[in-house]
């Protein structure tokens, strides 16, 4: 798991090298990782926005070609470090599952995009909330996620074991 953090924003984007899910069909792989993820995270209110399957063109990256990309868009209510209730932060959760059965492999790149920050919540004083939501500064999470799927590319498929 690699994960890279933008401090003053409290964005996130990690990647994770997951066995694969055989059991999962392609087009419910984003909504079984995106439940997942609420579980592990303790959410409270999860809501699914747009989930799909990509066709090859639509992310316009010859590397992935061939390979099944789904994608999801939801929010989550989440409180960090485990934090109570009243400190859930509401968190735009941009999520791509590269299906790799090849390998035994579900690349799963998560996307955390915080939209709302509780009075609460220990990242209050932490964060910078103007980042939060000033466009002009920061590039929306959509297209900063777009790109990194128009990117991505598997360099060395030795690490998949």
Known sequence: QECLAHQESDRSIIFEILEYVKDTPDAAAAQYFFSDLADTNGSTENVVEECRIFEPTQLNNPNLNGIVV???VGTQLVSKFREAASAANRVKIYLAVIRLPQYGTDLLITMNVPVKISESSSSRNAVDTGCIFDADVHMPGLEV????????????PGLFG
Request: charged fraction near 15%.
């Open 70 to 72: 789904c994608g999801l």
């Open 145 to 156: 996620f777009t790109k990194v799927l128009q990117t991505f590319r598997i360099v060395n």
